[in-house]
């Protein structure tokens, strides 16, 4: 088999496992990966969602509980406030809101929270104790599967067959919201 054309390869801080992935040789005669980086953001911003929606159950196994006299200082100061929403300027700047940075180009992507975000501090604190990215195989996969369906996309649409993807996975539920966006 011949090497790949393109190697993808997702960074974080903190790092995430396995996110390594290739597209083949088909994928030589694309210049414009733009589309496929706003895919990988909604990918992503929909995880955060998630994870914050559930205290880190989505993909970090759980955020760990607060100490003793943090919960109660918080319970008193900000009352019934999830673990990792303290004024929610972490959880914003994570799913898309205030404090959110996307920069995409044809050919490199970066989102997550904007370096001037007002949590940036915060998020540094939180995610020193409890894992704010950590994903599953399942969730790594969303990425892979994406770009295999996103280049169908391409090739279909270089062919002249109007980017239809064939059935090809456009509305997957796996990744609710993301595939039907192209």
């Known amino acids: 088999m011949a090497d790949p054309a393109i190697k993808f390869s997702l960074t974080t801080e903190p790092p995430i496992e396995g996110m390594v992935w290739a597209l083949d040789q088909m994928a030589d005669g694309v210049s414009d990966f733009s589309t496929l980086f706003e895919g990988f953001g909604s990918i992503f ?74 949590a940036s501090v915060y998020g540094k604190h939180f995610a020193a104790r409890r894992p704010v990215i950590k994903w599953s195989g399942q969730q790594s996969r969303a990425f892979q599967k994406f770009s295999h369906v996103w280049l169908h996309h391409e090739i279909d649409k270089a062919l002249g067959h109007g980017g239809s993807a064939g059935g090809s996975g456009f509305g997957d539920p796996e990744v609710p919201g993301v595939f039907g966006g192209l």
């Open 45 to 118: 911003r929909g995880f955060m969602q998630q994870q914050f929606a559930t205290e880190g159950s989505f993909g970090a196994g759980g955020w760990s509980v607060l100490t003793k006299t943090y919960a109660l200082w918080k319970e008193e100061h900000y009352p019934g406030r999830p673990i990792g929403v303290l004024t929610g300027a972490l959880r914003k700047a994570m799913t898309g809101a205030e404090g959110y940075s996307a920069e995409i180009t044809k050919d490199s992507a970066s989102w997550g929270m904007s370096g001037a975000s007002s």
